[in-house]
C-alpha cells in the first residue's frame, strides 16, 4: 500500500498548447509560447469570458500540432481559478465533449494529469484525454483581491496571477513523452492566513509531497534532471528547502520554480513571482515538454501547489490550506 | 508671503498625516480600508473635542484635504445641525455636511463607468 | 517546524518587509503636494468670490473629479503603486475607491454591478464616518442640554 500510483497501462503526453497575455510574453520564457495577446482580452469583452477563451485557444492549439479535431477526445478535465469554474465551462462548452471540472487552485494541472492519467490506464473505453487549465490576472484581482482600477501596493511577499493557460493532450502508449507515476496531494494547514503569502501557505505542503514521495519511492532529487514547483515563487521556494533541509535533502540546482521562471523580477515588478493554474500549465507546455521531446532533459517531477481559500474564508482569517499533487514525466523510447 | 506659508504648512502637515498612514499600512499590515476609517473617526473625534478647527486654522487644505478633514467636516456640520435642529441634527448634519464629496465621488464615478472601461493592470 | 505557531513565526521573520523608508518619503511629497494643489485651489476659488464653506467643497469637489478622470484614463493606480498612502490619505483615496468598483462592475451591469457595488470599498468610511456623527451629535445635543 502505499500513496504513489503507478498506471497499469502507461499513459503518454502526445500533444501540447499554450497561450499567454502579454506581461508574460514580456517575461524570459516570452518567445517560447505558442500564442499570446498584448490586450489580455482574447476577443472577449469581459475579463471572465477572456479566461474561457484562453482556455478555448490552449485546447485549439494542442489540437492543431496534433493535427486531430476536438471529436478525436473522449474526455476532457478542466479547472481554473473562478468561483465555480466558469471560465472552464464557458470557454470549453463549445467542443460539446463529455466534461469534468476540476478545482484545486493552482494544483490544478496537475491534479488533471493524475485524473487524466488514471482514466486512461484503467478504462479501455477512453482512447484520448485532454487537460486543460487557466488563470487570468485581471479575473484573479477582481474575484480575490480589487479593482483593477483601485490603486494600492502589494506587500513584497504577495504574487501575481499569470494570465496564462496550457492544454495537454493524452492517451496510452508505450514511447515519448510518458507519465511514470502520479501522487494525490495531501490538504496541509500550516496555519497561515495571510493572502499576500500564498508561498508560505503553500511550501508545507510541498514539502509534505516530496517528502512522502521520496521516501516512499527510495528516490533522491538527483535522480530527476528537474524537480518542478508550481508557483511557490522566490519567498515559497527558500522556505521548502528550509523545510527540506532537517530531513536531509536538498533540490539544490534540480528545482526549477515555474512561478519564478515566467517574469524578470528585473524589468518586470512581480514581487515574489507568478502564480495561478494557468502558470505551470503554460510553463511546462512551453518549455518543459519540449525540452523532453528535444530529450534535453529524460525525467522530471511536475509538483504543482495550490491554496485553497476563498475570499470570504481569508476575511473570516481562516487558514489556508495548500495542496501539492506530483506527477513524475520520463522519455521512452 | 501668506500664500507660501500657507502652502508650506499644508505640505507639511498633510504629508506628515500620509506618513503616518504608510508606517500604519508597512509596519502593523493594518488594511487600507481599515487605516481610511480610522482617519475619518479620527477626524470627528478631533471635531468633537475642539482640535479640528485650531488644526485647520494652522494648516488648510492639509488637514482638509486628507480623510481626516471628511471627519472634521462632518462633526461640524452635526454641531450646526443639533443647534438648530437638536437631536434631530444628529442624525441630519453628518450627510447634509458630507453631500458635496459623497455626491461628486457617486457622480464622477457612475460618469467613469460609463465613459471608460477596465484595463488589465501591467507589470 | 513542529507546530503551526513555530510555523508562522519563522515565516513572519523571514518574509521581506516593504521598503518602509522609499514607501514613506514617497507618500510624503505625493501626500504633500495634493494637499498644496487643495490649498491652490481654495485661495483660487476665494479670489473668485465663494464664502470659504462653498470654496473648501469645491476644493473636494474639483480633487474628487482629478482622481475619478485620472482613475477612469488608468494612470490613478499606476501613481498610487509609487505613492500609497500619499494618494489613499487625501480624498483622492477616496475618489478612487469609489470610481475603481464603478468601472470594474460595469460588466455585471449598470444596477446589480456599478449601483450595488459602487460603494464595496468606500463603503466603510461613508459608515463609521456617519455613524461617529451621530453619536458625537446625540452627546452634544444632552451636553448643551446642562449648558
Known amino acids: ?333 | 508671503m501668506s500664500l507660501f506659508f500657507d502652502c508650506l504648512f499644508a505640505f507639511l502637515v498633510g504629508g506628515a498625516l500620509c506618513v503616518i498612514a504608510q508606517l500604519l499600512i508597512d509596519l502593523t499590515r493594518l488594511t487600507p480600508a481599515r487605516i481610511l476609517v480610522t482617519y475619518v473617526s479620527v477626524g470627528v473625534l478631533l471635531g468633537a473635542v475642539g482640535l479640528y478647527e485650531p488644526l485647520y486654522e494652522f494648516a488648510g487644505c492639509g488637514v482638509s484635504v486628507p480623510l481626516i478633514g471628511f471627519g472634521g467636516t462632518i462633526a461640524r456640520g452635526v454641531r450646526a445641525a443639533v443647534h438648530e435642529s437638536g437631536l434631530l441634527g444628529a442624525l441630519t448634519g453628518g450627510l447634509q455636511a458630507a453631500a458635496g464629496g459623497t455626491a461628486a465621488a457617486i457622480v464622477f464615478g457612475y460618469l467613469a463607468a460609463l465613459l471608460s472601461k477596465s484595463r488589465p493592470k501591467r507589470l | ?147
Open chain 3, 1 to 147: 517546524m513542529d507546530n503551526k505557531q513555530a510555523y508562522k513565526k519563522y515565516v513572519d521573520r523571514r518574509a521581506a518587509r516593504s521598503p518602509v523608508l522609499r514607501n514613506c518619503v514617497a507618500a510624503f511629497w505625493v501626500g504633500g503636494s495634493i494637499c498644496v494643489l487643495g490649498q491652490l485651489l481654495l485661495t483660487l476659488y476665494r479670489r473668485l468670490g465663494l464664502l470659504l464653506d462653498e470654496a473648501s467643497t469645491l476644493v473636494s469637489v474639483s480633487l474628487i473629479f482629478l482622481a475619478a478622470a485620472l482613475t477612469a484614463l488608468g494612470i490613478f493606480d499606476r501613481i498610487a503603486r509609487y505613492a500609497g498612502a500619499g494618494t489613499l490619505v487625501p480624498i483622492t483615496g477616496f475618489a478612487n475607491s469609489v470610481v475603481s468598483p464603478a468601472i470594474d462592475t460595469k460588466s455585471e451591469g449598470l444596477v446589480l454591478g456599478v449601483g450595488a457595488k459602487i460603494f464595496t470599498i468606500a463603503g466603510p468610511v461613508l459608515l463609521y464616518g456617519i455613524l461617529c456623527g451621530a453619536v458625537y451629535g446625540v452627546i452634544y445635543y444632552i451636553v448643551t442640554l446642562f449648558m
Open chain 1, 1 to 333: 500500500m502505499g500513496h504513489i500510483l503507478k498506471p497499469r497501462e502507461r499513459v503518454r503526453i502526445f500533444s501540447r498548447g499554450s497561450a499567454v497575455g502579454h506581461d508574460e510574453y514580456r517575461g524570459p520564457l516570452g518567445g517560447l509560447f505558442d500564442f499570446h495577446d498584448k490586450t489580455d482580452r482574447f476577443g472577449a469583452d469581459t475579463w471572465e469570458k477572456a479566461e474561457g477563451e484562453l482556455g478555448r485557444t490552449a485546447l485549439n492549439l494542442a489540437l492543431n500540432r496534433a493535427k486531430l479535431s476536438h471529436t478525436v477526445l473522449d474526455l476532457l478535465f478542466a479547472g481554473d481559478l473562478q468561483n465555480q469554474c466558469v471560465a472552464s465551462s464557458g470557454g470549453l462548452s463549445s467542443f460539446g465533449l463529455p466534461y469534468v471540472g476540476l478545482y484545486g487552485a493552482c494544483s490544478t494541472f496537475v491534479e488533471g494529469l493524475l485524473c487524466a492519467t488514471m482514466a486512461l490506464s484503467s478504462c479501455r473505453e477512453l482512447s484520448r484525454v485532454g487537460v486543460v487549465t487557466t488563470s487570468h490576472n485581471c479575473a484573479a484581482e477582481r474575484q480575490f483581491r480589487l479593482p483593477l482600477e483601485y490603486g494600492g501596493q502589494r506587500t513584497p511577499t504577495a504574487q501575481w496571477t499569470a494570465t496564462a493557460g496550457g492544454c495537454v493532450l493524452l492517451e496510452r502508449g508505450e514511447s515519448g513523452v510518458c507519465v511514470d507515476r502520479v501522487m494525490a496531494g495531501r490538504m496541509v494547514d500550516g496555519g497561515i492566513s495571510d493572502a499576500a503569502n500564498m508561498g508560505a501557505a503553500m511550501a508545507p505542503a510541498a514539502a509534505d509531497s516530496l517528502l512522502r514521495f521520496f521516501s516512499e519511492s527510495g528516490e533522491v532529487p538527483t535522480d530527476y534532471d528537474a524537480v518542478v514547483t508550481g508557483d511557490l515563487g522566490r519567498e515559497g521556494s527558500a522556505i521548502l528547502s528550509d523545510l527540506l533541509a532537517p530531513h536531509g535533502i536538498s533540490l539544490g540546482d534540480r528545482h526549477r520554480d515555474c512561478g519564478v521562471m515566467l517574469y524578470d523580477p528585473d524589468r518586470q515588478d512581480v514581487h515574489a513571482g507568478g502564480s495561478g493554474c494557468g502558470c505551470i500549465a503554460s510553463v511546462s507546455c512551453a518549455y518543459f515538454l519540449p525540452k523532453m521531446e528535444k530529450k534535453e532533459m529524460k525525467r522530471i517531477l511536475l509538483m504543482a501547489t495550490g491554496a485553497l481559500m476563498s475570499p470570504s474564508s481569508i476575511q473570516q482569517g481562516g487558514a489556508i490550506i495548500g495542496i501539492a499533487p506530483i506527477v513524475t514525466l520520463e522519455v521512452r523510447e
